[in-house]
């Protein structure tokens, strides 16, 4: 079995939708772990509902305030009981398959300690793959991604399974749990939800183990979704408060200047 955590802060339609595509996509026996993050009520009624109407295997966590993804993260980690956890943001829709994709590569190879999907959204910088930036989140349903995928002229050849990475996005990320509780669950040098995915990459390879994407698994990822109810102003607050942190620590390995370009491409094609 599988645990997936969702965390959400109110939008309750943006995760009913990913609810959705979870439920109808997954192959795997899954736990769904959803800490709703201080949501108000009318939201809050309308996931449960919505679970409850599904049928769904689920965890409901009600926090009375908005602390932010790590937090919550951490909330519905201490409500996971299974080896392989997913986390995964409420403004994505998976594919078929996406649970066995992902969590396979952990089971298969035990120098990879977490596993990512490719994705539509240049934010998601080394998992940004140009053939799905025009994909619309209303016809993923429809969409073969590995047809898709292994079809692109630019993608890898030889259709391999999964590629290493220096770095994955928090947007959707499969873990072991049991080496992700022994080195931390995300840093609190940094605040609300900016650089605490890639700092945990940075760890995992520090530690000697490495990163995957799963090449044959697309989640479509809206971007920004959880964090557009914050003021533009406060999230470049919070978003070169937490780089300079992060540059702190980590400028020193050797791919931080391709990790800098990653971002400022992502910068130049989805300004927030």
């Known amino acids: 079995m599988v645990d997936i955590v969702i965390p959400f802060f109110n939008k309750s339609e943006l995760t009913i939708q990913c609810l959705s595509s979870v439920i109808s996509t997954m192959t795997l026996d899954c736990v769904l772990i959803i800490v709703d993050d201080g949501s108000d009520r009318d939201h809050s009624e309308k996931v449960l509902s919505y679970l409850h109407e599904r049928k769904a295997v689920f965890k409901f966590l009600k926090k009375d ?14 409500r996971c009981e299974n080896k392989y956890v997913i986390l ?9 398959g996406f649970d066995y994709k992902l969590t396979r590569l952990l089971e298969d190879f035990p120098d990879i300690k977490a596993v990512g999907p490719v994705s539509n959204h240049p934010t998601d910088l080394f998992q ?9 989140f ?6 073969d991604d590995q047809d898709l995928l292994w079809n692109d002229p630019d993608h890898l050849p030889g259709k391999q399974q ?3 990475t220096p770095y994955l996005t928090g947007m959707c990320l499969a873990i072991d749990r049991f080496f992700f509780e022994s080195i931390g669950i995300f840093d609190d040098i940094y605040e609300h939800g900016y650089f605490e995915d890639l700092d945990l990459c940075c ?12 090449e ?6 809206h971007g920004h979704a959880t964090y557009r109810q914050k003021a533009v102003e406060e999230k470049h607050r919070i978003i070169w408060n937490n780089f300079d942190r992060f540059t702190d620590r980590w400028s020193h390995i050797s791919e ?17």
Do not use: W
């Not at 908005?66 to 201490?78: C, I, L, Q, S, T």
């Not at 390879?205 to 994407?213: D, F, S, T």
């Open 138 to 143: 209303e016809t993923v349903s429809t969409i």
């Open 88 to 96: 995964l943001n409420n403004d994505t829709i998976t594919t078929p």
């Open 65 to 78: 305030f908005n602390e932010g993804f790590k937090k919550a993260v951490r909330a519905g980690m201490r």
């Open 256 to 272: 931080h200047n391709e990790l800098l370009l990653k971002m400022e491409f992502a910068g130049k094609h989805d300004p927030i």
């Open 162 to 164: 999964f590629t290493y």
């Open 216 to 221: 044959d698994c697309f989640v479509f990822h």
């Open 203 to 214: 760890q995992i390879r520090e530690k000697g183990y490495r990163l995957a994407i799963a």
């Open 128 to 136: 940004f793959r140009p053939i799905l930036k025009d994909v619309k």
